[in-house]
């Protein structure tokens, strides 16, 4: 075969933002080689699997998805990348249903290899980085900043995965920004894996990359995707409190509620200190949004240490919990620690769970009454349309196609059925 012509693609995303981005990144690599992308539900020649290992459930979950594919079309040519496929390649190549596995720098270049054509690959930036970003979706793209991390925490694979903290220029991730916004996209989500240790390539730093993108024209608002307790400065805390673009939106993880767990997780960081950040917050942006991070039943952890992680969570009020059930991962330092019994992670993970709910509702009800910006989304479903707050409220109101891709002043007036918030023009 010595041409694409004709011949049709889709990409599977299984992992995070970061892997949206990249996806995404893949996907355009792909269509500028001449392929085409299949519609949604249609079967197409080759398929991109973008996956995950972040827990053992997450890599059952990408063999799933690999069959699945293979079953619905026996013809299709699959293709793995993704963080699986960095720490396990050889034992996705022996699944009957793949083709080929390669790193996400080097797959587009594959393919376009395997079909005979010249001139394929991906761009790759100085150190080793994918640069990656999205803007398949007007309203919102995701920017990854960074990749890589230096802090190999006792229970983490992600090192072994994507390698040393690396980043990109500042000066080349606006000119990233620019492109995004000359696509009509209103938000970026600032992504990567270790963010706050942005600058270790080139000298600089998160702040001042903060600082730059805020200045790109036609770009209304920044999120942060998620910072290191540690890294998350009083500098940039105050930055994001002042500034017009950045909104109020942090997603900043813990992962255990006692010093002796952080300890033996490798974290930098104390609960004392994290409970700081969050008041330092809430001091200067009373309603911001904030997710936490948190393992449940890490190896050695005693049922009175999780009351204790429980109670914690509990007094410092997060906006939202991402709950993860400790997944045993091999080399990994926890990996040889006293486990905890399956079921007693299960029971854990269902009450921290449960508390989120509890936590995410008390966030809504304390924003009743308010009025904020709201950047409203395509999505039409039951004659609704939806959007979130500048603090990430999800809001539903009557569809307008007037109001897709434009930020509206809203008055949130109570929680519907489904748990969204109704609002009102202003």
């Known amino acids: 075969m010595n041409s694409a012509l004709h011949r049709?693609?889709?990409?599977?995303?299984?992992?995070?933002k970061l892997n949206f981005a990249e996806a995404s990144t893949i996907a355009r690599e792909l269509t500028n080689l001449g392929f085409t992308q299949a519609d949604d539900g249609n079967?197409?020649?080759?398929?991109?699997?973008?996956?995950?290992?972040?827990?053992e459930q997450a890599e059952k979950k990408c063999r799933q998805a690999i069959r699945k594919i293979a079953k619905d079309d026996g013809n299709i040519t699959i293709c793995i990348t993704g963080c699986y496929a960095s720490i396990k390649p050889f034992e996705l190549e022996q699944m009957p249903e793949v083709s080929m596995v390669?790193?996400?720098?080097?797959?587009?270049?594959?393919?376009?290899?395997?079909?005979?054509?010249?001139?394929?690959?991906?761009?790759?930036?100085?150190?080793?980085?994918?640069?990656?970003?999205?803007?398949?979706?007007?309203?919102?793209?995701?920017?990854?900043?960074?990749?890589?991390?230096?802090?190999?925490?006792?229970?983490?694979?992600?090192?072994?995965?994507r390698?040393?903290?690396?980043?990109?220029?500042?000066?080349?991730?606006?000119?990233?920004?620019?492109?995004?916004?000359?696509?009509?996209?209103?938000?970026?989500?600032?992504?990567?894996?270790?963010?706050?240790?942005?600058?270790?390539?080139?000298?600089?730093?998160?702040?001042?990359?903060?600082?730059?993108?805020?200045?790109?024209?036609?770009i209304d608002r920044y999120r942060i995707s998620s910072i290191e307790p540690n890294l998350l400065t009083e500098e940039l805390i105050d930055f994001v409190a002042k500034s017009q673009k950045f909104l109020p939106h942090f997603h900043i993880p813990l992962q255990a509620g006692t010093n002796r767990i952080l300890g033996l997780m490798h974290r930098r960081y104390t609960r004392e200190l994290f409970a700081e950040k969050l008041k330092s917050i809430r001091d200067k942006m009373p309603l911001a949004f904030i997710g936490v991070d948190v393992i449940a039943g890490f190896p050695t952890e005693a049922d009175e240490e999780f009351?204790?992680?429980?109670?914690?969570?509990?007094?410092?009020?997060?906006?939202?919990?991402?709950?993860?059930?400790?997944?045993?991962?091999?080399?990994t330092p926890a990996f040889?620690?006293?486990?905890?019994?399956?079921?007693?992670?299960?029971?854990?993970?269902?009450?921290?769970?449960?508390?989120?709910?509890?936590?995410?509702?008390?966030?809504?009800?304390?924003?009743?009454?308010q009025s904020r910006q709201v950047l409203f989304e395509s999505a039409k479903r039951s004659g609704r349309m939806f959007g979130f707050t500048d603090n990430y409220i999800k809001v539903a109101m009557p569809y307008d196609g007037k109001l897709v891709n434009a930020i509206a002043k809203?008055?949130?007036?109570?929680?519907d059925e489904q748990g969204n918030m109704k609002g009102t023009l202003i």
Not at 9 to 16: D, P, R, T, Y
Not at 120 to 144: H, I, Q, W, Y
Not at 308 to 328: E, I, R, W
Not at 410 to 415: A, G, S, Y
């Open 8 to 16: 049709t693609f889709k990409v599977v995303n299984l992992g995070c």
């Open 43 to 55: 079967t197409a020649d080759i398929c991109v699997v973008n996956t995950c290992a972040v827990t």
């Open 307 to 331: 009351e204790d992680c429980y109670n914690f969570l509990q007094g410092l009020a997060p906006s939202y919990l991402h709950v993860f059930p400790y997944s045993k991962r091999p080399n």
């Open 163 to 218: 390698g040393a903290s690396r980043n990109m220029a500042i000066e080349e991730l606006v000119k990233q920004a620019e492109t995004i916004a000359a696509h009509g996209v209103k938000e970026v989500v600032i992504t990567g894996v270790n963010i706050g240790d942005f600058g270790k390539s080139t000298g600089e730093n998160f702040f001042h990359l903060a600082q730059a993108l805020e200045q790109v024209q036609g």
């Open 410 to 415: 809203v008055k949130l007036q109570e929680t």
């Open 102 to 161: 390669a790193d996400k720098a080097d797959i587009v270049k594959k393919i376009g290899e395997h079909f005979s054509l010249s001139g394929a690959g991906c761009p790759v930036a100085t150190e080793n980085f994918f640069p990656a970003c999205s803007f398949d979706d007007r309203t919102r793209s995701f920017l990854k900043v960074q990749d890589g991390c230096d802090y190999h925490c006792s229970y983490c694979t992600v090192p072994l995965a």
């Open 336 to 369: 040889d620690m006293k486990q905890v019994a399956t079921k007693t992670i299960a029971g854990r993970a269902k009450r921290l769970g449960e508390l989120c709910n509890t936590l995410h509702q008390d966030f809504y009800r304390k924003n009743v009454g």
